[in-house]
């Protein structure tokens, strides 16, 4: 079931960053709204999805992040908020240190910082490119 959702989860993000690199259908290339608008709902998609993957992993078992220097404990909705706080921070590259990753979390949250580094190169390729020429 665990791979099932994660499937589900990844297929979802790949689909939001897949928007980025093929053309679009709009004649006008410029910064608009709508690209904004489509910028955030990237950010939203990769992080929601990246923090319900480290979400399920933990629930499984798995130690994926360490908050405080001690695992996360609590409730589910504890883990949900921990594991999209460090999902945020990471996607942003502000990683404050009180929440750290740990064995696999490690090239989980490096996957999930370089996404974050490049998403907005991509977009303002995509704002600016021609695609008609």
Known sequence: ???VIASMILFCMFMSLRAL????????HYVSFHHFFFLGMCYVTIMIGFGLLFTLLELEGIPILVENGHPVSGDFFDHVFTTMYFSGITLFSVGYGDVTPVGIGRGI???ESWLGYTIPAAFVVKSFMNYDK
Request: glycine share 0%; net charge positive.
């Open 1 to 3: 079931m665990i791979v």
């Open 21 to 28: 690199f093929y053309p679009s259908r709009w004649k006008i």
């Open 109 to 111: 949250a490096l996957i």
